[in-house]
């Protein structure tokens, strides 16, 4: 899984942010990011999709994508639609039917709904620049 994790994310910086990942490690957890977006999929395959970086790497996606990076909450829009993205996208490789929850951010790992670590699927850290990023795919205990 940890493939289809890197691989999905990679294609998502590549399209959205023009940027290439490199393989980590990135030196970040989900414990230690400033952002963690998740994004629930429930149905057939029930878990989590979470997306951990810096503020520093929102901010400089922020602007790319919007042309400024100044507002806090561009920052975390973006950090909002790589989860959704990546959510999708690795929905899409599960099983199914499946649908998938609004994304939200949160500032620091604490703040975010705690993830069933037991059921973690993969996890890939990689590096944007100097920026380290972090995805993980959770399945509940109902989803194995």
Do not use: W
């Amino acid at each position: 899984m940890e493939n289809a994790i890197r691989e999905v994310t990679c294609a998502i910086f590549e399209m959205m942010l023009g940027q290439t990942l490199e393989n980590g490690p990135g030196g970040v957890s989900e414990e230690t990011s400033d952002l963690v977006g998740e994004i629930r999929i429930t149905g057939a395959f029930e878990g989590m999709v979470r997306l951990g970086c810096s503020q520093r790497f929102a901010r400089q996606a922020a602007e790319i994508v919007f042309g400024e990076s100044d507002a806090p909450e561009l920052a975390t829009s973006v950090v909002a639609e790589l989860t959704n993205m990546a959510g999708g996208n690795l929905k899409a490789l599960l099983a199914g039917p499946s649908r998938l929850s609004l994304p939200c951010v949160t500032s620091g790992a604490g703040e975010a709904q705690h993830p069933l670590r037991a059921g973690c699927l993969g996890a890939v850290e990689m590096r944007c620049g100097d920026e380290p990023i972090i995805v993980s795919l959770y399945a509940s205990p109902a989803g194995h």
